[in-house]
């Protein structure tokens, strides 16, 4: 099963895909995460990638897909993928398509998590991420059980650059305008899956169970 998690910024996409890995064969691939990870390593994406991200704006097509397309020559072939921030625009979608048609993949579902921007505005400003294996926490809604510190990993828990509030306006502007528009891309497919997001982190899982379940 290949799946794609698509909605605003914080909608729950990590914290969905933690929940999915732990019930299904599948591998996580956030494109996120791995710009995150290549800013701290300095590599040249890296460079490249910070101030696109500290502006709230989205890294280049060709850039992201290129990434997406080395990834997956090196995937297990018999492991299905949960794509988390990818895609994040209609020509990346396409390119998607092609890249998985290649190796003799498809989308089977596009779990499209709905929240509004208040919700996102609130989950922003508690979460704690960690640096090392990108678990999320909330301050309140899903805390750590030791404060600051990553239940899995143990490593000190940290808050993204891009989680101010200042910079959260532009990032939901711009999944309102190149995001968005992957839901109609995907209806016409047959693949959405519609999911409230609002409920808290068990409804909304046990809602793409049910969901899933369906196919
Ligand atoms: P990325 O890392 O993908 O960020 P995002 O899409 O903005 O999403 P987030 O990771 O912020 O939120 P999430 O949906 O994973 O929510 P989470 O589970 O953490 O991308 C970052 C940047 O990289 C982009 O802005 C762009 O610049 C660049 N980029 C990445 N991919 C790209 C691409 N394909 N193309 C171009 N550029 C790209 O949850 C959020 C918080 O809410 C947590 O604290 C969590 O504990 C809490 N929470 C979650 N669910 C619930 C719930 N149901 N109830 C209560 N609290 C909840
Ligand atoms: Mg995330």
Not at 161 to 182: A, G
Request: aromatic letters at 6%; one cysteine or more; a negative charge.
């Amino acid at each position: 099963m290949n799946l794609i998690l698509l909605g605003p910024p914080a909608a729950g996409k990590g914290t969905q895909a933690q929940w999915i890995l732990r019930d299904f064969d599948v591998v996580h691939v956030s494109t996120g995460d791995m710009l995150r990870k290549a800013i701290a390593d300095g590599t040249d994406l890296g460079k490249l990638a910070k101030p696109l991200i500290d502006a709230g704006k989205l890294v280049p097509d060709d850039i992201v897909n290129g990434i997406i397309q080395e990834w997956l020559r090196a995937a297990d072939p018999g492991k299905g993928i949960v794509f988390d921030g990818f895609p994040r625009t209609v020509a990346q979608a396409q390119a998607l398509d092609e890249m998985l048609a290649n190796v003799g993949r498809k989308i089977d579902a596009v779990v499209s998590i709905q929240v509004n921007e208040q919700v996102v505005v609130e989950r922003i400003g508690g979460r704690w991420s960690c640096p090392k294996d990108g678990a999320v926490y909330h301050a309140t809604n899903c805390p750590p059980q030791v404060i600051g510190k990553c239940d899995r990993c143990g490593a000190d828990l940290i808050q993204r650059d891009d989680d101010k509030p200042e910079k959260i306006v532009e990032r939901y502007k711009q999944y309102l305008e190149k995001t968005m528009p992957l839901v109609d891309y995907y209806r016409a497919q047959g693949t959405l899956l519609p999911i409230d997001g609002t409920r808290d982190t068990q409804a909304v899982y046990g809602e793409i169970q049910a969901a899933l379940a369906t196919l």
